[in-house]
């Protein structure tokens, strides 16, 4: 299979918050989320990502939060604890390591390591207000090098 632009968004985004201090665990389950919430994003959140209710019931349902925003610089994601572990989510669903496992690293096949060594390489790159503003993230450090990096990716795996 191709490593495609999903799966490099996902490393990225994962060596961001990395470099930003989260923990691997967390780190990988940021980029998952960042990486569906894009491609969502692009297909114009087709689907039910948040939960609609009629007339009648808004009218008896009081304010409420229901899930925890987090930031990661001007970034939010919705998150969730769950068994005293930090996850992100998009609508009910949480973006686990299996997940990330599954969905990620999979594509990866033996050339994972690699590719997070380097994912971490090109974000180190870049000063702390780079990694901390979403746009700029996207705009200067994911959207130049997307294509070259699944090209690259995609042919280390030996998948092509």
């Known amino acids: 299979m191709k490593v495609g632009r999903f799966q490099v968004m996902a490393i990225l985004q994962a060596a961001r918050a990395k470099q930003l201090g989260l923990p691997l665990r967390e780190a990988k389950s940021w980029g998952l989320n960042r990486a569906v919430f894009y491609a969502a ?36 994601a919705y998150s969730s604890k769950t068994g005293g572990k930090l996850y992100f989510t998009i609508g009910k669903t949480l973006q686990t390591e299996r997940d990330y496992q599954r969905q990620i690293m999979k594509r990866f096949n033996l050339i994972y390591t690699k590719a997070w060594k380097e994912a971490l390489q090109i974000v180190r790159q870049y000063p702390r207000e780079i990694l901390l503003s979403q746009n700029t993230f996207f705009q200067d450090v994911y959207k130049p090098r997307r294509d070259e990096l699944s090209a690259k990716w995609t042919k280390m795996t030996g998948k092509v």
């Open 41 to 76: 994003a692009k297909r114009g959140f087709k689907g039910k990502l948040i939960q609609s209710y009629s007339r009648g019931e808004i009218s008896k349902k009081p304010v409420e939060r229901r899930r925890a925003a987090y930031f990661l610089g001007d970034e939010m």
